[in-house]
């Protein structure tokens, strides 16, 4: 996520750079709950968050944002991915059910991941330390040392969010066929209820070697944020220059080049659009 998340971030700044002298834009790695705080403190100017998070956020209602923050506005909605619990095909652990006892990461701490990650296992009655109890563990690792855990089969079940197919599985299946874990619809149906920011989504059968049925889940929405308090002519500038040259942008994946699309820029309002990406989506008519 964080890898795709600095490549596009460091294009659109490449593209901006080119088109505006007055402009630098740098590219530099943060985390989903970081990039947020970040921009409240004005630390950064502009920063990427998935839905969910940002929905918490302006909130106030997990950590780390103890309270609402207010200097966040939207640029555009970027790309949908699903979150998806895998496991090697051949693990006995076939639906989220199966769990219990297994060695599972949830991904690092302080990204979006993880937090829906754990929602997802208490929407279906299960903790951490239920896990753990049935003799499993939990860890909190990155993509890399994921794929390197179950290549050397020290970790039983595996959490991704990024576009479908997801290449860390791909590359896990050079040696071990995946699956994708099934979740239960009846309590996916109220989670989503519960959580209209999550969206339902299907992995497609086929997808994965060893993936032979459709599996439900649910996706978010990769969002480009900035400083409310940041100026309006040079949003306004960001916005143009990342949409004028969008199949630049989004060479670097088909299924982003396909996703991340002008009329896709406003599909989850659950910020307040800046007022310098307001402008342009007017100009375009994409909105009143």
Known sequence: MARRWFTIAASIGEIVNDAYSDLVLTATVGAADTNLLNLEDGSVDIAWCTNDGVVAALAGAREPFTTPLNNVRLIAC????????????????????????????TFIVGGTLQVTVEKLLNAHGITYDDITAGGGTISYVGYDEQTMLLQDRLLDVATYMTAVPASQIVEVETSIPMHVLELDPDVME?????????????????????????????????MILCRADLDEDVVYEITKSMWENISDITAIHATIAKEMTLDGACRSMVAELHPGAERYYQEVGLID
């Open 190 to 222: 109220q989670f989503r209820a519960e959580h209209p920011e999550y969206q339902k989504y299907v992995v497609p059968a086929g997808t994965y070697k060893g993936q032979d049925k459709d599996v439900e889940t649910v996706s978010v929405v990769h």
């Open 78 to 105: 970027a790309y949908e991915s699903p979150i998806e619990i895998a496991a090697p095909a051949d693990s006995g652990i076939d639906s989220i059910y199966d769990v219990v006892g297994a060695d599972f990461n």
